[in-house]
T-cell receptor, first 114, second 115 residues
Framework: DAKTTQPNSMESNEEEPVHLPCNHS???????IHWYRQLPSQGPEYVIH???SNVNNRMASLAIAEDRKSSTLILHRATLRDAAVYYC???????????????FGTGTRLTIIP | NAGVMQNPRHLVRRRGQEARLRCSPM?????VYWYRQLPEEGLKFMVY????????ESGMPKERFSAEFPKEGPSILRIQQVVRGDSAAYFC?????????????FGPGTRLLVL
């Protein structure tokens, strides 16, 4: 499976935008890019996913590089409630068996400074 | 629509006892996944089940661990003869369909402490 690389930690000031990078240089053409986050003492929650085009939803935006070897999760205005570990995960659209599981890396621990 | 429910939220066991962790998926979801998170580590996949079937147990330890998802009732993750190394947070997730791009919805987890 293609792997992802994320910085271990990042800090951001409250109410400022946050850009969380993810490198996936061995991504295949059918890999979706998913982002989940895990708030302290909670289970992970889905944030956003995309294939080739940039995506927006109420939580965040996902910017995907033209060559798809990297992507950036954008929180437009961080709040204290956004402090969490953010995971970038690849999922192959074409593989049905063995790809049901999510493969979590170590993620990026985001700290929000008041 | 209630989310994924797990109980108990906290479980304390002595070495050698059995631990039973329960997971009720979201309404209408027939796919259940169990993950384990050791202290200060990321989540690791354990097992994927559909109703009455184990589909993928590639992440399950070979001994002492078992999982089921009966036709009626919650999914159960069972750990026999627990050891201190089993202390971890165990998360259950569910999804309505099998497609790889399907979102998984996670429960709050069961934190197991083995004394």
């Amino acid at each position: 499976d293609a792997k992802t690389t994320q910085p271990n930690s990042m800090e951001s000031n409250e109410e400022e935008p946050v850009h969380l990078p993810c490198n996936h240089s061995t991504i295949s053409g059918t890999d979706y890019i998913h982002w989940y986050r895990q708030l302290p003492s909670q289970g992970p929650e889905y944030v956003i996913h995309g294939l080739t085009s940039n995506v927006n939803n109420r939580m965040a935006s996902l910017a995907i590089a033209e060559d798809r070897k990297s992507s950036t999760l954008i929180l437009h205005r961080a709040t204290l409630r956004d402090a969490a570990v953010y995971y970038c995960i690849l999922r192959d659209e074409l593989r049905n068996f063995g790809n049901e599981k999510l493969t979590f890396g170590t993620g990026t621990r985001l700290t929000i400074i008041p | 629509n209630a989310g994924v429910m797990q109980n108990p939220r906290h479980l304390v066991r002595r070495r050698g006892q059995e631990a039973r962790l329960r997971c009720s998926p979201m309404k209408g979801h027939s796919h259940v996944y169990w993950y384990r998170q050791l202290p200060e580590e990321g989540l690791k996949f354990m097992v994927y089940l559909q109703k009455e079937n184990i589909i993928d147990e590639s992440g399950m330890p070979k001994e002492r661990f078992s999982a089921e998802f009966p036709k009626e009732g919650p999914s159960i993750l069972r750990i026999q003869q627990v050891v201190r190394g089993d202390s971890a947070a165990y998360f259950c997730a569910s999804s309505p369909r099998q497609k790889p791009q399907e979102t998984q919805y996670f429960g709050p987890g069961t934190r197991l402490l083995v004394l």
